[in-house]
């Protein structure tokens, strides 16, 4: 089956550094979505690519689509304390067949920021 | 609009029992997914249903569990005869189509004793 490969796995950064953390899978992914998730909740969604080589901001965060379809990557700049949490990164695969619906995961990177 | 509510939020079984997980996705959605996160994991995706169907089921224990998206009302996700190693939390996810972002619930974190 698909695998995604994650890292880092965590991070420890202080408050206003930047941070950037990546995902490789031995698989072509026709969709990548990056999710944020607090401890004890579900994870909520950060932004989502869905063309290769696409690179896409939502406020202080930036990803970008792999153009080999098989990686992508997720910046966060001037970190802030509430930015604490595990990131995932999920691919999708394209259309045909009943498994491209399901999302494939990453094991997550922990990212603790000090004020 | 309301988002993916999940209940109960937390449950507990004594081993042999059974376990009955409830999704109702966002308004809209007709498509959910449930996934299954062990601790310090990431997700892992278990089965795939639309209204009345199952589309995928690759990722769902053939014993033991089942899932239903029935024509009225809430997803299920029902394991019977819980075992120790049913202890996770249990995540279900919609969107509005099979290429749609996903959307995901609070969870149900369940703890089998």
């Known amino acids: 089956g698909q695998q995604l490969n994650q890292s880092p796995q965590s991070m420890f950064i202080q408050e206003g550094e930047d941070v950037s953390m990546n995902c490789t899978s031995s698989?072509?992914?026709?969709?990548w979505l990056w999710y944020k998730q607090d401890p004890g909740e579900g994870p909520v969604l950060l932004i989502a690519l869905y063309k290769a080589g696409e690179l896409t901001s939502n406020g202080r965060l930036t990803a970008q689509f792999g153009i080999t379809r098989k990686d992508s990557f997720l910046n966060i700049s001037a970190s802030i304390p509430s930015d604490v949490g595990i990131y995932f990164c999920a691919g999708r695969l394209g259309a045909g067949g009943t498994s491209y619906g399901k999302l494939t995961f990453g094991q997550g990177t922990i990212l603790t920021v000090h004020p | 609009n309301a988002g993916v509510m999940q209940n109960p939020r937390h449950l507990v079984r004594r081993r042999g029992q059974e376990a009955r997980l409830r999704c109702s996705p966002m308004?809209?959605?007709?498509?959910v997914y449930w996934y299954r996160q062990l601790p310090e994991e990431g997700l892992k995706f278990m089965v795939y249903l639309q209204k009345e169907n199952i589309i995928d089921e690759s990722g769902m224990p053939k014993e033991r569990f089942s899932a239903e998206f029935p024509k009225e009302g809430p997803s299920i996700l029902r394991i019977q005869q819980v075992v120790r190693g049913d202890s996770a939390a249990y995540f279900c996810?919609?969107?509005?189509?099979?290429?749609?972002?996903?959307?995901f619930g609070p969870g149900t974190r369940l703890t089998v004793t």
């Open positions: 308004k809209g959605h007709s498509h």
């Open positions: 698989s072509i992914f026709n969709t």
């Open positions: 996810a919609s969107s509005p189509g099979v290429q749609g972002e996903q959307y």
